[in-house]
Nanobody, 126 residues
Framework: QVKLVESGGGSVQSGGSLRLSCTASGYTLSTYCMGWFRQAPGKEREGVAIIDNDGQTTYADSVKGRFTVSSDNAKGTVYLQMDNLKAEDTAMYYC????????????????????WGQGTQVTVSS
């Protein structure tokens, strides 16, 4: 059974950094598309960063230049390095995955992803 587990969330002051991890179990990362999405209270869920097995990355405009997504296939883990955090980055961050093929044609459609993690909270204070 495929399972995604996120970690690395926490509280940080504005301008600080955090690194989130998403570890997949029950599946060896080979062909995949993995994404980080987030949802703040009272707001819709939004995509943040996507990476596929070819290492191609896509970022939301709001995080370009501040967030970096990467993967370590040997460890079955995808990371989200978040620098220069802002108060508006405060949200629950979720790891999503497609493991049966490439990324969806629209990578920001969260319902196209087969597997979800439980989420990790990121809180940025100004």
């Amino acid at each position: 059974q495929v399972k995604l587990v996120e970690s690395g969330g926490g509280s940080v002051q504005s301008g600080g950094s955090l690194r989130l991890s998403c570890t997949a179990s029950g599946y060896t990362l080979s062909t995949y598309c993995m994404g980080w999405f987030r949802q703040a209270p009272g707001k819709e869920r939004e995509g943040v960063a996507i990476i596929d097995n070819d290492g191609q990355t896509t970022y939301a405009d709001s995080v370009k230049g501040r967030f970096t997504v990467s993967s370590d296939n040997a460890k079955g883990t995808v990371y989200l390095q978040m620098d220069n955090l802002k108060a508006e980055d405060t949200a629950m961050y979720y790891c999503l995955a497609v493991i049966t093929g490439p990324c969806p044609s629209n990578k920001w459609r969260d319902y196209e992803y087969n597997y979800w993690g439980q989420g990790t909270q990121v809180t940025v204070s100004s």
